[in-house]
């Protein structure tokens, strides 16, 4: 009994998030003619509204997102890899209080981090710029790529980078190519899911952006005002679609992370 129950709630957890997406999909290739028909399901399939997309600025507006979450990545890591290794190696005082701190950066609503920076791009120049955006996102996605990188690190054996230095190698060639090495997995698939925090966000992008827009931004405030309901689902499947590919190319990593992060 407790082992029907507990598939029964994994397949209403599964048809919970499969159900929408499929029907997205499905709704996204289907002829108008047959969408408002009595037809339930499509015999016929076409591409006529994901290229309708695409002409009216959903491909310049895809790779802006490209970029924009390219950049964050790169931004994260290079500011965030060393914070998470000095929290994985290093005990000094007050560690604690700044995990805490990092932590509690999530705590706010990104509409108030979203507001003080649109003040400061204006001064700066870097409104409605796609560099600004990725040092917005960066904000979003830095305590993420701190905490889950002190984790990864944190799972390697220490004796592993003590055994490196007896045979004499420095420090950083004891990162080098010892732990990052080992960490290059994980990383990895924090990597991909910091693209998708990057991807995802839509609130930043609204604020910041007028004619810059990344695709979720372009798809809520232009895909969206469509009557014709062919046209949102096509941009809901090009939405899904990275998340889709993502999933099936860092499966196995995104394994490695997680357990790497809970030792």
Do not use: Q
Not at 21 to 31: E, K, M, Q, W
Not at 114 to 135: I, M
Not at 235 to 249: G, T
Request: net charge positive; glycine share 8%; charged share 10%.
């Amino acid at each position: 009994m407790g082992d029907i129950a507990r598939y029964a709630f994994l397949a209403v957890l599964v048809s919970w998030i499969l159900v929408p997406l499929g029907i997205s999909i499905v709704y996204a290739f289907t002829p108008l003619d047959v969408y408002y028909s009595d037809a339930i399901l499509s015999t016929t399939f076409t591409l006529d509204h994901v290229r309708t997309l695409w002409v009216l600025g959903a491909g310049e507006a895809f790779l802006r997102s490209v970029a924009v979450g390219a950049m964050t990545v790169g931004i994260s890591f290079l500011l965030g890899l060393p914070g998470g290794y000095a929290l994985a190696r290093y005990v000094f005082p007050g560690r604690d209080a700044v995990k805490l701190a990092i932590i509690a950066t999530r705590m706010f609503p990104i509409i108030v981090i979203s507001v003080s920076l649109l003040k400061t791009f204006f001064a700066l120049g870097l409104n409605d710029t796609l560099v600004g955006l990725a040092l917005a996102h960066t904000a979003m996605a830095l305590p993420f790529v701190v905490i889950i990188t002190g984790s990864i690190f944190g799972g390697i054996p220490r004796e592993l980078e003590e055994a490196g230095m007896i045979f004499g190698l420095s420090s950083f060639m004891v990162f080098l190519r010892i732990t990052l090495p080992l960490a290059a997995p994980g990383l990895a698939a924090a990597g991909m899911f910091t693209f998708l925090l990057s991807w995802n966000e839509v609130f930043m992008a609204s604020v910041l952006t007028l004619v810059n827009r990344t695709l979720p931004a372009f798809i809520l405030n232009s895909a969206f005002a469509t009557p014709i309901e062919p046209i949102r689902f096509a941009a809901a499947f090009m939405l899904i679609l990275p998340a889709l590919v993502f999933m099936f190319l860092a499966r196995r990593y995104l394994v490695t992370m997680w357990a790497m992060a809970a030792r």
